[in-house]
């Protein structure tokens, strides 16, 4: 299918721009870059029961955290979705995904709670997967004070946030706790170590390049780490079984859209209950761009809706 024309327009004139890619960039700068486009493209003005910000204890300092109440929450306890952004583990914060976040709470009423992990180049892997784990058994062990279900705990991202939903869940089975009741994983990027074809066909021109996503794996794994380690890689974990249900969103045009399905597959084939959303005409994080496509909010409030029937299903 071809690419939508009113994205390939905004393609078009992003690449006209005169300014630097980010990986032709400094961290600094790049976030500061992707902070811009967010406020450029991201939903705007979206109603919201109650924000808090507050920080928690975490393995290298104080994790910043945000946490939505939907609108109407009423005075029984909610589900949670524990939330990681994405940017390729180097940009990206509370800012950039405030919107989606608000959406997603308030569609699938239920908490929200957003994680703003350690980045990279400045902290490196483990940092980010270390910071989500503590963040996730910090929700779980407060979820009374905080007016949240333990039962009904789920977690979800965007692209490197996708990457670090996956990779908790594969680390509280292995640990026994805390309990995930689901997986929302948003265009994640779940190998590291092989560049499987929409690398290739899709690296060049499709809002995500295989040069930023080489950039962003270069700040992220240190030397001598291996990238075929699950922590890194999801997809090359050797048991799947026994994980919470999955919704996986992927894009005709990502680079990222191989391994999206490839996760997808080796969760079916392990007998664990997955829906997979193929938006063809697509690119990457296309739910992103709320002031230019209405396939984006579309997309996001249908995700939200998987998620709170998985929230009423227990």
């Not at 600094?28 to 811009?36: D, G, I, S, V």
């Not at 026994?242 to 969760?267: I, N, Q, S, T, W």
Request: aromatic share 8%; charged share 20%; proline share 9%.
């Amino acid at each position: 299918m071809p690419i939508d024309p009113i994205l390939q327009g905004f393609l078009d004139q992003l690449a006209a721009q005169p300014t630097p890619k980010v990986h032709e960039l400094p961290a600094p700068l790049a976030r500061e870059a992707f902070n811009a486009l967010m406020q450029l493209v991201g939903p705007k003005d979206v109603p919201i029961g109650k924000i808090e910000n507050r920080t928690i204890p975490g393995p290298g300092g104080e994790i910043p955290i945000r946490i939505y109440t939907p609108i109407a929450a009423g005075s029984e306890p909610l589900p949670v979705l524990v939330y990681f952004h994405g940017g390729g583990f180097v940009i990206g914060n509370l800012d950039t995904h405030d919107g989606c976040c608000r959406i997603l709470s308030d569609e699938a009423h239920c908490r929200v709670v957003a994680v703003d992990y350690r980045l990279a180049p400045e902290s490196q892997f483990p940092a980010a997967v270390d910071d989500a784990f503590a963040a996730l058994n910090w929700v779980e062990e407060n979820a009374s004070a905080l007016g949240i279900d333990a039962n009904r705990i789920a977690v979800g991202g965007d692209s490197a946030g996708g990457n670090l939903s996956a990779v908790v869940s594969q680390l509280a089975k292995q640990k026994g706790k805390p309990k995930i009741c689901f997986q929302l994983l948003l265009f994640a990027a779940t190998d590291v170590a092989e560049e499987l074809p929409s690398r290739h066909d899709f690296g060049v021109g499709y809002f995500l390049e295989k040069q930023t996503l080489d950039w962003f794996f270069e700040q992220y794994v240190p030397p001598g780490a291996k990238r075929t380690d699950p922590k890194l890689s999801p997809l090359r974990a050797t048991d799947l079984s026994g994980l919470p249900p999955a919704y996986v969103v992927v894009a005709g045009y990502d680079p990222l859209h191989d391994e999206g399905l490839a996760y997808a597959e080796k969760l079916r084939a392990a007998g664990v209950k997955v829906a997979v959303a193929d938006y063809p005409d697509m690119v990457h994080c296309f739910t992103y761009m709320q002031t230019v496509l209405p396939q984006a909010r579309e997309a996001l409030v249908a995700a939200s809706q998987v998620l709170k029937a998985a929230f009423a299903a227990g």
